[in-house]
């Protein structure tokens, strides 16, 4: 298992939540920067929307495995 999933999972529920809402602004942000002036390092928009798959996915495994529960 990959160190950044067992992160995700061991925060909870609203963690999670509020780490999506700031990596959805800061990805937001680095789009705007790079349209602008082109960033040094252009695929940091490419890690860190693989970042918010991550986070999404992990989201939906938990509601997924809470419905499967009842």
């Given at each position: ?28 942000q ?6 602008i ?6 695929s ?27």
């Amino acid at each position: 298992m990959n160190k950044k999933q067992e992160e995700l999972r061991e925060l909870t529920d609203r963690d999670l939540q509020e780490r999506l809402e700031a990596e959805v602004m800061e990805l937001n942000q680095l789009r705007i920067n790079h349209a602008i002036t082109p960033l040094d390092n252009s695929s940091s928009i490419k890690e860190k929307r693989k970042h918010i798959a991550r986070i999404r996915t992990e989201i939906r495994a938990r509601e997924l495995n809470i419905a499967q529960q009842r």
